[in-house]
């Protein structure tokens, strides 16, 4: 065979490969978001909520688009999008819109994608999600569904061939949204409604992760510290071995988010929404809350304008799960947490880094003292 009809070959197998990606793309967006207007006419209205005050919109929203190879469905939306060929049938034929809401170069990138005044989350991954995607079944079968106050997005569609997964959007403020417009004690009373929701459920997917994957991921980020600045290093070593003394004893594993950032719980208005599953496993209760309580003293440790918001949304955190959690494990968490928020302050490459990562240490070594 002569190299151009090899190429011809390549050419026509790519052709379909694309062609047969655009139309996997095509059907599973409408299919999503004409789903959308299916199920809104089956359930009742939720309760609705009324902002009290503006939140801003996802900082990282933009209309940009990336170009990465190793998020196959990319190539495929923008292919089916140059086609003219994402309309949602059952909404009018409308145009839908893509705005990027988060993006990890060569790992991940979600989209909300708009039509007719529905919303949904597209999220396309290097790897294979199909774990994520049985988590969202899981937990909607668990009780974690529309009916529910404390919920989960549905799982809407996937496509493990382009390693890409449409989720329902929850709509609302995020608990870090709240802190910072003055509803701090709101966000720890939704944050608390979470684990007291979910404490008992059962749902046994996800590998291990605990105090020694923690400690594992301790030393990079000490590592980090060390190379970007000799000083704030040396605070790092030490807080690390004061974390390596006292790691807690772990209770039963269960169901943990991996990533319970403030922003990824969403105040739905009836209830609490937990949102970005990918790094879910099963372990200690206390490594979410801790993740939770950290990024919520973070707030308040960066803007001191915040700090009594932040005191405040703890409180009630701990006010409303009281019983459930166990303190000094609790505090070992958050301590090692803040010690990873820290290694991420250079990230901006400005020159207030060095005090923002300072503050953060400086709470992180306090709580170790308070932990194990
Ligand atoms: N289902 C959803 N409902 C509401 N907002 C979402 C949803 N999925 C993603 N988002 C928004 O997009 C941002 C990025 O999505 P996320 O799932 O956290 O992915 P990643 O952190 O991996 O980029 C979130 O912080 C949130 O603002
Ligand atoms: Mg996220």
Not at 234 to 245: K, N, P, Y
Not at 280 to 295: S, Y
Request: aromatic letters at 6%; charged letters at 25%; proline letters at 5%.
């Amino acid at each position: 065979m002569s190299s151009s009809s090899n190429e011809t070959d390549l050419n026509r197998h790519e052709h379909a490969g694309r062609t047969r990606a655009t139309a996997l793309i095509t059907g599973l967006l409408t299919a999503s978001l004409s789903h959308l207007v299916a199920a809104k006419a089956e359930t009742k209205p939720s309760k609705s909520y009324v902002r009290r005050k503006p939140w801003p919109g996802g900082v990282n929203a933009t209309t940009e688009f990336p170009d990465d190879r190793a998020l196959p469905a990319l190539e495929a939306i923008r292919a089916a999008d140059l086609a003219g060929a994402i309309r949602a049938a059952g909404l009018g034929d409308g145009p839908v819109g893509f705005s990027l809401r988060g993006y990890s170069p060569g790992s991940r990138a979600t989209f909300e994608v708009r039509a007719g005044g529905r919303r949904v989350a597209v999220k396309a991954y290097a790897e294979d999600p199909a774990s994520e995607a049985a988590l969202y079944e899981a937990l909607a079968a668990a009780g974690l569904g529309g009916e529910s106050d404390v919920r989960v997005p549905p799982l809407l569609a996937w496509e493990r061939d382009l390693r890409v997964l449409v989720i329902g959007w929850l709509d609302g403020p995020t608990t870090r949204d709240l802190v910072r417009s003055g509803q701090g004690r709101r966000a720890g009373e939704l944050a608390a409604r979470w684990f007291q929701r979910t404490a008992s459920l059962s749902v046994k997917l996800g590998t291990p992760v605990g105090v020694r994957d923690v400690m594992d991921w301790a030393r990079t980020w000490v590592a980090t510290l060390s190379a970007d600045d000799p000083a704030l290093g040396t605070a790092a070593v030490a807080l690390a071995e004061s974390l390596e003394r006292k790691q807690p004893t772990e209770g039963t594993p269960r169901l943990v988010h991996g990533t319970l950032y403030a922003r990824h719980l969403i105040d739905l208005g009836d209830g609490p929404g937990v949102i970005d599953w990918q790094r879910f496993g099963q372990g200690p209760m206390e490594l979410d809350a801790g993740t939770f309580l950290a990024t919520i003293s973070r707030i308040g440790l960066l803007d001191k304008t915040r700090e009594t918001e932040a005191l405040q949304a703890q409180e009630a955190f701990l006010a409303g799960t009281a019983g459930l959690l166990d303190k000094r494990s609790l505090a070992w968490h958050e301590a090692a947490m803040l010690l990873r928020l820290a290694g991420k302050q250079n990230r901006r490459h400005d020159d207030r880094w060095r005090e923002r990562a300072c503050a953060l240490l400086g709470e992180s070594t306090r709580l170790a003292e308070t932990a194990g």
